[in-house]
């Protein structure tokens, strides 16, 4: 695990964005095309506005996998990252190759985790984007995670102090209509990506990157288990970082 210490949301967002940015460059002129995985919420914000912009990104050649949806939101529905992700990077990527979405509120739920489990388990997924929450969940994979799946995707509970980030966060208007189930993509899976990066902007975050960062790597704290992956960058402002005591920072 490396990590980068930027002064600004804006400038881990440039910081991420281009390292995406390379990776993508370099799979698409080892192999002819890329597979990468995109991540929603605030913390991705800054990233987005800079990948798009990315120059000499040939996107025709690029397959984007959805990280997580909620169970049983429209993709019109205001928190949905269908939408989130429509607005803010496939809408301005008229040239992508694909985007893989997680149908949260397909009817049959067992099928579209088949579906999706078909579409990614023979693919070399280049690089993902993702972040930390605040109860150090990685993807909606929350405390304890499973970290012994071999599915790409899975069916999840969201515990309480999940769904009370993405209260804070605006998403919803009450705790009540924050749903309680999710489709995440699997730690296994995500692990399995040549490159992580991994935002992490802002002071709520602070304490989740310390047991990130610094403690044991256990379900308890699932986005630890980013410490065992030889290519994850985690880039870090002023405030995620101020908890850190152990760890150098580029």
């Not at 980068?4 to 095309?33: F, M, N, V």
């Not at 972040?131 to 069916?155: Q, S, W």
């Not at 749903?179 to 399995?192: C, F, H, N």
């Not at 403690?215 to 101020?242: K, N």
Request: proline share 5%; glycine share 6%.
């Amino acid at each position: 695990m490396k990590l980068e210490l930027h002064s600004s949301k804006q400038a881990l967002g440039a910081a991420a964005a281009a390292a995406g940015a390379k990776a993508i460059r370099d799979a698409i002129a080892r192999r002819g095309a890329s597979t990468i995985v995109v991540a929603t919420g605030m913390s991705q914000l800054e990233m987005f506005d800079h990948l798009v912009r990315a120059k000499d990104v040939d996107w025709s050649k690029v397959t984007a996998f959805h990280l997580d949806e909620y169970v049983g939101l429209a993709a019109s529905h205001p928190a949905s990252f269908r939408r989130y992700l429509n607005e803010r990077f496939v809408s301005r990527l008229p040239t992508l190759k694909s985007f893989v979405r997680v149908e949260g509120d397909a009817q049959d739920l067992d099928a579209e985790v088949a579906r999706l489990n078909g579409r990614l388990r023979e693919l070399e997924v280049d690089v993902c984007f993702a972040g930390i929450g605040e109860n150090c969940h990685l993807a909606f994979n929350d405390p304890p995670a499973d970290f012994n799946t071999e599915d790409p995707y899975l069916v999840v509970e969201l515990d309480e102090a999940c769904r009370r980030q993405q209260l804070g966060e605006g998403w919803f208007p009450s705790l009540a209509d924050v749903p309680r189930k999710a489709i995440s993509m699997s730690v296994r899976q995500i692990m399995k990506a040549g490159e992580l990066i991994v935002s992490v902007p802002d002071l709520r975050k602070a304490a989740a990157a310390k047991s990130a960062i610094e403690g044991e790597v256990s379900p308890q704290f699932p986005a630890s288990i980013l410490q065992r992956h030889a290519r994850c960058t985690l880039f870090l402002d002023p405030p995620a970082a101020s908890m850190l005591t152990k760890r150098k920072i580029a």
